[in-house]
């Protein structure tokens, strides 16, 4: 059984940055695809980035280029995100998500919060 958990929001001004962590418990980290997600409120659940445990290639959606950056330490069994300048429209529940490569099994964490305001 794998689980996820979230940490490392919070309260940031805008421009400013944080850096979440989703912490990966199970087997077989190297077969999951790791990605970040977001849903803000009244809104669908958002794509925000997706890397690989094996490294390359990360991609993101296309208001994250630039600002936001997904990482991995294998050895932790964590993915992080980092996120600089921050905007008030990043304001949501980030979720991390691991999907298994082979039998494209989903897996959830509880979500973080991110609040972007002065």
């Known amino acids: 059984q794998v689980q996820l958990v979230e940490s490392g929001g919070g309260l940031v001004q805008p421009g400013g940055s944080l850096r979440l962590s989703c912490v990966f418990s199970?087997?077989?980290?190297?077969?999951?695809?790791m990605s970040w997600y977001r849903q803000a409120p009244g809104k669908e659940r958002e794509w925000v980035a997706t890397m690989s445990t094996t490294g390359s290639p990360t991609n993101y959606g296309d208001s994250m280029k630039g600002r936001f950056t997904i990482s991995g330490d294998n050895t932790k069994k964590t993915v992080y995100l980092q996120m600089n300048s921050l905007k008030p429209e990043d304001t949501a529940v980030y979720y991390c998500?691991?999907?298994?490569?082979?039998?494209?099994?989903?897996?959830w964490g509880q979500g973080t919060q991110v609040t972007v305001s002065s």
């Open positions: 199970g087997f077989a980290f190297s077969n999951y695809v």
């Open positions: 998500n691991a999907r298994h490569s082979f039998v494209g099994l989903d897996y």
